[in-house]
Structure formats: C-alpha cells, structure tokens
C-alpha cells in the first residue's frame, strides 16, 4: 500500500508564504500527482496537479501563485503557496494516481491556516 506523507502547513498571516511537500513511499516517476484542499464546509477541490512529463494545470483561484514541482528522484511533489489569502485555508490533500493499477492513493492531510 503506498504511502503519502505531506508536510509544511501550518499558520500564516495573509500574503505570506508556505511550502508543502508530499513525500511517497513508493515511485511517483510514472504518476500523475496532485494537491486538494478541504475547507470548512466545503467538497474537496483540486488545487493543481502535475503529470510525469511535468505538465501542470492549476484551478483559477490559485493560478500565478501556487506552482506543483516534482522530484522523481526523492518521490516528493511540492505546492510553494505564495501571496496566500484567508479563502486558501483548508486541510490540503496530497494525491497520486497510481497509472498502472489505476488507483488514487491519498495522504493524511495538513492543515493551511492564513490569518487576514
């Protein structure tokens, strides 16, 4: 059973910066990987994801200031959150599609608090 194990959320005022990782215990190379987030209340959203041939898509709201990055050779993806906003509070989900079972595989969640 794979594993994702993010990390780096936490409280910040509004404007500043955080960087979330997502570290897989198994190979991402051939995945496709992807954050959500939750927040009160709400269904859980895409925020960005980004395929094995690094292409990247990213939901309106976050375009510009979010960009996914991967590092095959650690099986981590990241999410740099800058210019953060109260709207991006949420519990942020790290995701990977497993291509060849055809398989999400979810981690356990980091909470993202922005202070206005």
């Known amino acids: 059973q794979v594993q994702l194990v993010e990390s780096g959320g936490g409280l910040v005022q509004a404007g500043g910066s955080l960087r979330l990782s997502c570290a897989a215990s198994?190979?991402?190379?051939?995945?496709?990987m992807a954050w959500y987030r939750q927040a009160p209340g709400k269904q859980r959203e895409l925020v960005a994801f980004?395929?094995?041939?690094?292409?990247?898509n990213y939901a309106d709201s976050v375009k510009g200031r979010f960009p996914i990055s991967r590092d095959n050779a650690k099986n981590t993806v990241y999410l740099q959150m800058n210019s953060l906003k109260p709207e991006d509070t949420a519990v942020y989900y790290c995701?990977?599609?497993?291509?060849?079972?055809?398989?999400?595989?979810w981690g356990q969640g980091t909470q993202v608090t922005v202070s206005s």
């Open positions: 198994a190979s991402i190379r051939i995945d496709t």
């Open positions: 980004i395929t094995s041939g690094e292409g990247t």
């Open positions: 995701n990977q599609y497993d291509t060849v079972r055809r398989k999400d595989y």
